[in-house]
């Protein structure tokens, strides 16, 4: 099978995906998705007036309280992130070290 005929049988997914984003708004208010969802999208240090604890992690000095959980934006759907793992495209990792505040 070539990436053609690959990309082809993936339309309906692709369809479906477009079907389920553009009627989001139909099953949650915009006001609820923005305070209520969007926080757990963006991250435990995204929001300083709710930042997340960490259960039990004083009690285990292996553990350390993580520097930076920040994923998107939440203007941005993961399912860009999903396509690009299901399609292969690898992101270099220099990117990934920029993140890291000891680099």
């Given at each position: 099978m070539n990436v053609t005929e690959t990309l082809n049988q993936l339309v309906p997914v692709f369809q479906g995906m477009k079907d389920a984003l553009l009627g989001v708004r139909d099953g949650c208010n915009?006001?609820?998705f923005y305070r209520k969802i969007r926080p757990w999208?963006?991250?435990?240090?995204?929001?300083?007036?709710?930042?997340?604890t960490f259960e039990g992690i004083d009690s285990d000095p292996s553990l350390k309280e993580p520097i930076h959980l920040s994923g998107?934006?939440?203007a941005q759907s993961p399912?860009?992130?999903?396509?690009?793992?299901?399609?292969g495209v690898e992101k270099p990792l220099s990117s990934f070290n920029s993140l890291d505040p000891g680099s």
């Amino acid at each position: 099978m070539n990436v053609t005929e690959t990309l082809n049988q993936l339309v309906p997914v692709f369809q479906g995906m477009k079907d389920a984003l553009l009627g989001v708004r139909d099953g949650c208010n915009p006001d609820v998705f923005y305070r209520k969802i969007r926080p757990w999208l963006i991250g435990g240090d995204g929001d300083p007036l709710r930042k997340w604890t960490f259960e039990g992690i004083d009690s285990d000095p292996s553990l350390k309280e993580p520097i930076h959980l920040s994923g998107s934006s939440a203007a941005q759907s993961p399912i860009m992130q999903a396509l690009d793992g299901l399609l292969g495209v690898e992101k270099p990792l220099s990117s990934f070290n920029s993140l890291d505040p000891g680099s």
